[in-house]
């Protein structure tokens, strides 16, 4: 099935519309004003919705995020419902759920993570965002650390979510490290080199906050191992340059 998925993009992506349909109501909100384009109910269901601004706000946030939740569900590795990077990035659901669903904002980093690893077929597909596909040692597991890197948004530290937060980015950093170490000894090969030990570094880093009081000796001797891997593994990616991946990290 996936192999006719990746053969049929255009098809898939015509009959997959949940995504875009999000990213209209984002595009086009509900409480836009009169000299600006908006989405807008039909006749018969506006009196059921409030008219006021904040109303307004709240019920395209919903729209949107539910619309974005959907397509993702349908296709968490984010890469049948547009072509665009935004989407293949998965920007538009991490934002939507940072305000007040943030633990489920660590859990769709770890599972779209998990998904774009494991999504083979598209290794070697053509789009923006798509290439490097289906494996650990490459890039496009990360493409998430471009959004969280920017919205460092946790619940506050006495906030009853904080710790299953933290635990859930302690958990998926740890899978980073120890499945692109996997990969790289199993098949010596990597795709975007120097953005895999980018994306480590900030894996590592990243359990600094999360885990502080932890030991993280064993773990810094994986990623020793990983950045000796890295040095002589064979490079994968041909595509340097081009505006699709970043050559390199700002972290």
Known sequence: MAGTLAANRDTVLARNPLFRTGDH????????????????????????????????????????????????????????????????????????????????????????????????????????????????????????????????????????????????YSNTARMWIYLVQEDLELTGKVFSRELVRGSIRFARAWLNDTEAAADHAPLDAVIADIEARLNTAQELRTDFGTPDLPDSLPF
């Open 25 to 168: 109501v984002r595009r086009f909100p509900l409480y836009a004003d009169a000299a600006n384009p908006s989405t807008v109910f039909p006749a018969y269901l506006a009196p059921t919705i409030p008219a006021t601004q904040a109303a307004l706000r709240d019920q395209n946030d919903n729209f949107l995020r539910v619309w974005f939740w959907m397509g993702w569900v349908y296709d968490p590795a984010m890469l049948l419902s547009d072509s665009i990077f935004a989407t293949v990035e998965g920007d538009y659901l991490y934002s939507s759920l940072l305000q007040h669903y943030k633990v489920h904002h660590a859990f769709v980093v770890a599972m779209t993570s998990v998904a774009k690893a494991n999504a083979s077929p598209w290794f070697n597909a053509a789009g923006v965002g798509v290439a490097g596909h289906g494996k650990w040692a490459a890039f496009n597991p990360f493409m998430v650390l471009h959004h969280i890197e920017r919205n460092r948004s946790e619940p506050p530290a006495n906030d009853a979510r904080r710790a299953m937060h933290d635990r859930m």
